[in-house]
């Protein structure tokens, strides 16, 4: 009767990380949890921000210098969570990893936290930061620039 009721519990265990959520589902989560904000440091010039995985296509978001947006999500195990951003400002435009494993270890996890990464465009390029910090602010780390 104890190894059944044992083999029970490890079942209902098992079950509950086989119905885990979804990566791009923002509750709880069995592993990292994560939130990545982007905001648009160029004054009246709308970006347009389209977020997608390898499951999800989060589709078209417009940013502005008072508006940004942020999405959440669950970390995958085996760090094989991968999200990438294509991004346009007049006809400019730009695509990269906005979150991936070397991402989240430039941030670091912690496992009891809502772990955040912030990405600012502006006119040169982009930029990363573990905190959110003023457009000016000589902390946001340079990333990359327009094509
Ligand atoms: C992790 O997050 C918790 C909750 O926000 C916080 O209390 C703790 O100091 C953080 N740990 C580290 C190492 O930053």
Redesign the pocket.
Known sequence: MFVTKKLFSVFIILTCFLIAPSQSQYRNCYYFKWTINFYDGVQDSPIDVHVKSKDDDLGHHTITYDHGWPFGFCEQFFERTLFWGHFTLGSQFVSFNVFDKEIAKII?R????NNMVHWLLKQDGYYLSPEFKPYDDPAWMFRGHWQ
């Open positions: 670091g912690n496992i009891s936290a």
